[in-house]
């Protein structure tokens, strides 16, 4: 009884997943080239730079450190999927998760961020 009852527990332990309490850590540098490259190759008229592009997303990870405990760890895992699907790493989207699963929770409105966002080119 005691072996199944820590089989269980141990089992159990496996299947939770943890939720940091610090904003996760994104490779938005590899997803900013990306995006540029992109950009360059569809000859878009008001393509981002890289520099622009990583002040955006440094903007939304300052944004998210005041904001990320303020929600729940099911939210958070949520959008940190959301925010990383793909291989495409983007505070932007993470933030832009938070804000639109509860707005209030949201700091006052910050400036237009486009920065590694799959939908950059949408504005």
Do not use: F, H
């Amino acid at each position: 009884m005691k072996i199944a009852l820590l089989s269980m527990a141990m089992l159990g332990s496996q299947l939770v997943t943890p939720v940091s309490d610090r904003v996760p850590k994104l490779n938005v540098e590899a997803t900013c080239k990306a995006s540029v490259a992109t950009d360059k190759a569809m000859g878009l008229d008001l393509a981002q730079s890289y520099e622009d592009c990583m002040r955006d997303e440094n903007a939304a990870q300052q944004q998210l450190a005041a904001v990320w405990l303020a929600n729940s760890n099911e939210l958070r895992n949520q959008c940190e999927g959301e925010a990383t699907a793909a291989g495409s790493d983007s505070y932007v989207d993470l933030l832009t998760c938070l804000q639109m699963a509860d707005p209030a929770k949201s700091p006052a409105p910050a400036p237009a961020l486009r920065g590694a966002s799959k939908n950059r080119n949408k504005n």
